[in-house]
């Protein structure tokens, strides 16, 4: 029996390697695209978009893993039906439940991989992405301001300087013209300042210092002139990076500790705390995917059919992946949404495609007939006899 297991997982181990690849890929292909407009017009180094999808890494790890299992589930298996093997199995007295096995234990080792990587390495690498935008906007900033020349690169604002250092963000001598309110025009001056990250909020603010603010109004009805010792001025940093490779903080970010302290401020203060318990849930509900695609996948690789194993197993994984992220979906909205009681409803896609897959556990062990999948079967092969005609 256990050489049979290690046969078996080494079917699913080979795929999930592919599949985990081309989708990771996928992902890494589909957020560069949204970060081309650092390299294309901000100016940002290849090096500094490299680190960012670093850090993204383990985010889209927690997301690739448990579909990559699911597909490597039903095309290895499927592989096992198509080639007649599983038929074998039946005559030497091998049942579906002796397969089920292995097929658990590499679903739990991807639950514990996607454990370590939601509780530890994404909040993490969610920081250190903001980190690095932040750091990249800083600098972006500084580039901005050209001794002596009027700069318009910041929204609504015209920042001249005299010096400028792009490492310390150190600027002395400031003009600025603040056009950002319909009403009111301010011409801020100062001796000095600096150009401060928040790594908070992910933004980045003007730190004035020994200055005066000239407010006109601009129907010239008034005039007011303030003295500061320290003024703080924010810009939208968006027109700097580009609003898509904005990162602020987010609950992604935060380990747990983090999330509870925030949940524990957000009800003293009476504050609805539903998109904080949501994302607390939903920590522990995708890495149980594993096992949840393990017990539906078997079952529906197992069902038996005439066309590729490999062909099938990948439409059937497809619309169960999409079945599934619909119902995850659903759940996170209604946790984020409603909270209470229903800050758990994230859990709902693992409750019913668990359930769903016990369901059809049971009846392949029974050797009952799944009539329901009869017409999509039907279905995959009218498709694969086209495709093979060409």
């Not at 390495?121 to 500084?142: F, H, N, S, Y």
């Not at 007011?224 to 810009?235: A, H, K, P, V, W």
């Not at 609950?251 to 500790?257: E, W």
């Not at 994302?279 to 949840?292: E, S």
């Amino acid at each position: 029996m256990r050489l049979l297991h290690r046969y078996v997982a080494g079917e699913i181990v080979v795929p999930f390697g592919l599949a985990l690849g081309g989708l990771v890929g996928i992902l890494l292909l589909g957020n560069l695209y949204k970060m081309a407009d650092l390299v294309v017009t901000r100016g940002a180094g290849l090096p500094d978009v490299g680190r960012l999808m670093l850090a993204l890494l383990p985010y889209l790890l927690t997301m690739a893993i448990p579909m990559a299992f699911l597909f490597a589930v039903m095309i290895g298996i499927g592989r096992l039906g198509s080639d007649g093997e599983v038929t074998a199995f039946k005559a030497l007295g091998i049942a579906p439940r002796d397969l089920l096995l292995p097929v658990l234990l590499l679903g739990s080792v991807g639950t514990l991989v996607c454990l370590l990587l939601e509780l530890w390495l994404v909040p993490a690498g969610m920081k250190w992405m903001q980190r690095l935008t932040v750091d990249l906007v800083q600098r972006q900033a500084a580039v901005a301001l050209e001794p002596g020349r009027l700069s318009q690169e910041f929204a609504g604002l015209a920042v001249r300087v005299a010096v400028v250092e792009p490492d310390s963000g150190r600027i002395e001598r400031v003009v600025i013209i603040d056009q950002r309110e319909a009403d009111a025009e301010h011409t801020i001056t100062a001796r000095r300042g600096r150009i401060v990250p928040d790594l908070e909020t992910g933004s980045i603010f003007f730190l004035l210092e020994d200055g005066v603010i000239h407010t006109r109004s601009r129907a010239g009805e008034g005039y007011q002139l303030t003295d500061f010792g320290e003024y703080r001025l924010n810009f939208d940093i968006a027109a700097l990076l580009g609003r898509k490779a904005v990162v602020r903080q987010s609950n992604k970010s935060l380990t747990l500790t983090e999330l509870r302290a925030k949940i524990a401020a957000l009800r003293g203060r009476g504050e609805p705390a539903g998109d904080e318990w949501s994302h607390v849930n939903k920590r522990f509900a995708l890495p149980v995917a594993c096992l949840v695609f393990a017990l539906l996948g078997l079952p529906l690789a197992l069902e038996p059919v005439r066309t590729s194993g490999r062909f099938r197993g990948f439409v059937f994984a497809l619309f169960a992946l999409v079945a599934y992220y619909i119902v995850l979906s659903l759940g996170q909205a209604l946790g984020e949404e409603i909270g209470g009681p229903l800050a758990g409803a994230v859990w709902l896609a693992n409750l019913f495609f668990g359930a769903l897959g016990g369901y059809l556990f049971y009846a392949r062990q029974r050797e009952r007939e799944l009539v329901w999948l009869a017409p999509l079967n039907a279905g995959l092969r009218i498709v694969t006899a086209r495709l093979r005609r060409g």
